[in-house]
């Protein structure tokens, strides 16, 4: 039998970029892409056990990922704390960038944001592999499931029913650009995923008719927990009026409004709890923004802040501030929805269903995709994350990405709109 050392010790690590599709999803800035780009991150160890994780595919954070990559053989999948400062050594991965990151909206891009979100996926493909070698779950690494199952929110969108010229796939869930679009939408959400809470893809149409859609939700779906996001679009009078209008109908309004100031503005004059993962997004941001009660709910995502283990410690400072704290999502496979399904159930107080887009991602790297059953996904207690590389699929979907004229290989909300619609630039901000 070969010692803990050599079994834990890293011998390979495979990085593989792959193209999912991505349904016409409207959102402030544009339009979701036919095609959407992720890196599946792959750790082997000298004993042979492959864990996996994930991370955007985009190029500068694939670029980075390669680095992180090269340097990693010879170390112990157990290091987790080291892949931090390694990441920081990498030349250029500390230089700063401003900036909005358009397509994943996730406020002012800086390289140390980039760097936290490629370090998350080898974090997670580091616990699988760990897991997998101790025959421990990835949540028992982190001090163990606190719940069996894990609650999602429906996350509704504006949508075409189809991309701009028939582009990429289509599916059967048709337009859905008024109220009862919107309301359709989300009976299909919970008559084939059981979500209980609903969140609204905001910032598309003038304030009016976001307002309309939640009415219209909360007729059909009382008592139903109800969010609307418009990524910043608006002002601070508009925030206000907005929350004046859905007052008594929003559990909370998602980043109303850009920055933390103006965030700080709105919170202070209404009583609807604002929720962000635009301008808390990373540690740094934390200090002004909680003393300036500018946020009640942070929405954590792995990716962002660096891994599952500084998500915990993310939760341990809101608890302390008393604030608030869920999940928020971007287009992932089942991969980054099983990580987050064994973070989310170590985390006591997360009090608010999280966000998923994975009912959207139709294709998957897995072999069995992750099911939601009464909007919940239960926790695995498999060793390691509990899911399997589909190698098949992840060759097809990475041919894709490798026959990709460039297209796509960047996620440009922008620039998908202008395919439909040729003077479509970036939104000024406000937009209302
Ligand atoms: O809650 C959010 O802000 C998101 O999910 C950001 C995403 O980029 C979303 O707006 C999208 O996919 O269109
Ligand atoms: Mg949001």
Same mark, same amino acid.
């Given at each position: 039998?070969?010692?803990?050392?050599?079994?834990?010790?890293?011998?390979?690590?495979?990085?593989?970029?792959?193209?999912?599709?991505?349904?016409?999803?409207?959102?402030?800035?544009?339009?979701?892409?036919?095609?959407?780009?992720?890196?599946?991150?792959?750790?082997?160890?000298?004993?042979?056990?492959?864990?996996? $994780?994930?991370?955007?595919?985009?190029?500068?954070?694939?670029?980075?990922?390669?680095?992180?990559?090269?340097?990693?053989?010879?170390?112990?999948?157990?290091?987790?704390?080291?892949?931090?400062?390694?990441?920081?050594?990498?030349?250029?991965?500390?230089?700063?960038?401003?900036?909005?990151?358009?397509?994943?909206?996730? $406020? =002012?891009?800086?390289?140390?944001?980039?760097?936290?979100? #490629? +370090?998350?996926?080898?974090?997670?493909?580091?616990?699988?592999?760990?897991?997998?070698?101790?025959?421990?779950?990835?949540?028992?690494?982190?001090?163990?499931?606190?719940?069996?199952?894990?609650?999602?929110?429906?996350?509704?969108?504006?949508?075409?029913?189809?991309?701009?010229?028939?582009?990429?796939?289509?599916?059967?869930?048709?337009?859905?650009?008024?109220?009862? &679009?919107?309301?359709?939408?989300?009976?299909?959400?919970? !008559?084939?995923? $059981?979500?209980?809470?609903?969140?609204?893809?905001?910032?598309?149409?003038?304030?009016?008719?976001?307002? @309309?859609?939640?009415?219209?939700?909360?007729?059909?779906?009382?008592?139903?927990?109800?969010?609307?996001?418009?990524? $910043?679009?608006?002002?601070?009078?508009?925030?206000?009026?907005?929350?004046?209008?859905?007052? &008594?109908?929003?559990?909370?309004?998602?980043?109303?409004?850009? &920055?933390?100031?103006?965030?700080?503005? =709105?919170?202070?004059?209404?009583? +609807?709890?604002?929720?962000?993962?635009?301008?808390?997004?990373?540690?740094?941001?934390?200090?002004?923004?909680?003393?300036?009660?500018? #946020?009640?709910?942070?929405?954590?995502?792995?990716?962002?802040? &660096?891994?599952?283990?500084?998500?915990?410690?993310?939760?341990?400072?809101?608890?302390?501030?008393?604030?608030?704290?869920?999940?928020?999502?971007?287009?992932?496979?089942?991969?980054?929805?099983? @990580?987050?399904?064994?973070?989310?159930?170590?985390?006591?107080?997360?009090?608010?269903?999280?966000?998923?887009?994975?009912?959207?991602?139709?294709?998957? #790297?897995?072999? !069995?995709?992750?099911?939601?059953?009464?909007?919940?996904?239960? #926790?695995?207690?498999?060793?390691?994350?509990?899911?399997?590389?589909?190698?098949? !699929?992840?060759?097809?979907?990475?041919? /894709?990405?490798?026959?990709?004229?460039?297209?796509?290989?960047?996620?440009?909300? =922008?620039?998908?709109?202008?395919?439909?619609?040729?003077?479509?630039?970036?939104? @000024?901000?406000? /937009?209302?």
């Amino acid at each position: 039998m070969t010692d803990l050392s050599t079994a834990l010790s890293l011998a390979e690590v495979r990085l593989t970029p792959v193209l999912i599709a991505d349904p016409p999803l409207l959102n402030t800035h544009g339009v979701h892409q036919p095609y959407t780009p992720r890196l599946i991150v792959e750790v082997v160890t000298a004993d042979g056990i492959t864990g996996v $994780g994930e991370t955007y595919g985009d190029a500068k954070y694939l670029a980075l990922a390669r680095e992180l990559a090269a340097a990693l053989p010879g170390r112990r999948v157990d290091g987790l704390n080291g892949l931090h400062a390694l990441a920081a050594r990498i030349p250029g991965s500390g230089a700063p960038e401003s900036g909005v990151d358009v397509g994943g909206q996730r $406020g =002012v891009q800086t390289a140390d944001k980039l760097r936290l979100s #490629v +370090v998350s996926g080898f974090e997670v493909a580091c616990l699988d592999a760990l897991g997998k070698a101790l025959g421990l779950p990835v949540h028992a690494l982190l001090g163990g499931k606190v719940r069996d199952a894990v609650e999602y929110s429906a996350y509704l969108f504006y949508r075409w029913a189809e991309h701009p010229g028939g582009a990429g796939q289509r599916d059967d869930w048709g337009a859905a650009l008024d109220p009862a &679009g919107v309301v359709e939408q989300a009976r299909r959400f919970v !008559r084939d995923y $059981g979500f209980g809470s609903f969140k609204l893809k905001g910032g598309v149409f003038p304030p009016d008719e976001e307002i @309309a859609a939640i009415r219209a939700l909360a007729a059909a779906f009382p008592g139903r927990p109800l969010r609307l996001d418009p990524n $910043g679009a608006w002002s601070v009078a508009t925030s206000l009026y907005v929350a004046r209008e859905l007052g &008594g109908v929003l559990e909370y309004l998602e980043d109303p409004t850009l &920055g933390t100031a103006q965030m700080a503005e =709105v919170a202070a004059a209404t009583d +609807v709890p604002l929720a962000t993962n635009m301008c808390v997004t990373t540690f740094p941001e934390i200090p002004e923004a909680f003393a300036k009660g500018a #946020v009640q709910v942070v929405l954590s995502d792995h990716h962002y802040w &660096g891994g599952l283990l500084r998500t915990r410690e993310l939760a341990a400072i809101c608890r302390t501030f008393g604030v608030g704290l869920s999940m928020h999502s971007n287009t992932h496979t089942g991969i980054s929805l099983a @990580a987050m399904t064994h973070v989310a159930a170590t985390v006591s107080d997360l009090d608010n269903a999280c966000d998923s887009h994975y009912p959207w991602q139709t294709e998957d #790297v897995i072999t !069995r995709r992750l099911p939601f059953e009464g909007g919940r996904i239960e #926790v695995s207690d498999a060793p390691g994350l509990g899911v399997e590389l589909d190698r098949e !699929r992840l060759e097809f979907l990475h041919r /894709r990405w490798l026959d990709d004229d460039g297209t796509h290989r960047d996620r440009d909300d =922008v620039a998908a709109m202008r395919v439909a619609d040729p003077d479509w630039v970036m939104p @000024a901000v406000p /937009r209302w």
